[in-house]
């Protein structure tokens, strides 16, 4: 299957600062990624969309200026923390839909994740 | 009104066994599709199965099988000759309004199921 690289895969920062997190499409090419935030127990929580060449679309309750989304190549879209808090701290994961099948059946394929810790 | 609902927390089976993780679903488009995804405690995302509003059958991927209840709402997954590595945390996933093209088609989790395999 399709596969998805995150880096890195766990994070520990100070509060204040940024973090940036890279989602990759391996070997596919991803007009369309998304971003998830989970916390522990808890079901995925999609926080946005990131469109190749476009802005994101963020779900209600998503501040843009906190969690700013570039998915400036078909392979590559980032996750930037800004001016971080411990209540950032969570499982951010993405993925990308495979759109070489195309139609309803295209899946979407997940990252590993990674876990930020926010201090 | 939840869009997908997973009534059942934890649920523990016997190695060899089989198992029916439950998951119900709301909507009112026609067109969607219904996807089972498991969460090993590393966290990673790890595709299952997929079934389609208006696929005939339902479908079935190696022990993996979705007993698809069109009227009811319901694509419960069954997991047939139960392994200890199936112990993990199991997703119903929904993705309303398919297009056959362009970006969206976001999918909504269930809250999930807590499977444990026994010996």
């Known amino acids: 299957g399709a596969v998805v690289s995150q880096h890195p895969s766990r994070v520990i920062c100070k509060s204040g600062t940024s973090v940036k997190i890279e989602c990759r499409s391996l070997d596919f090419q991803a007009t369309t990624m998304f971003w998830y935030r989970q916390f522990p127990k808890q079901s995925l929580m999609l926080m946005a969309t990131s469109n190749e060449g476009s802005k994101a679309t963020y779900e209600q309750g998503v501040e843009k200026d906190k969690f700013l989304i570039n998915h400036a190549s078909l392979t590559l879209s980032t996750l930037t923390v800004t001016s971080a808090h411990p209540e950032d701290s969570s499982f951010y994961i993405c993925s990308a839909r495979d759109e070489r099948r195309g139609g309803p059946r295209e899946t979407q394929y997940f990252g590993p994740g990674t876990r930020l810790l926010v201090l | ?119």
């Open chain 2, 1 to 119: 009104a939840q869009k997908i609902t997973q009534t059942q927390p934890g649920m523990f089976v016997q190695e060899k066994e089989a198992v029916t993780l439950d998951c119900t679903y709301d909507t009112s488009d026609p067109s969607y599709g219904l996807f089972w995804y498991k969460q090993p405690s590393s966290g990673e995302m790890i595709f299952l199965i997929y079934q389609g509003s208006y696929d005939q059958q339902n479908a079935t991927e190696g022990r993996y099988s979705l007993n698809f209840q069109k009227a009811r709402k319901s694509a419960n997954l069954v997991i047939s000759a139960s392994q200890l590595g199936d112990s993990a945390m199991y997703f119903c996933a929904m993705r309303e309004g398919l297009r056959l093209t362009g970006g969206g088609n976001k999918l909504t989790f269930g809250t999930g199921t807590q499977l444990k395999v026994e010996l």
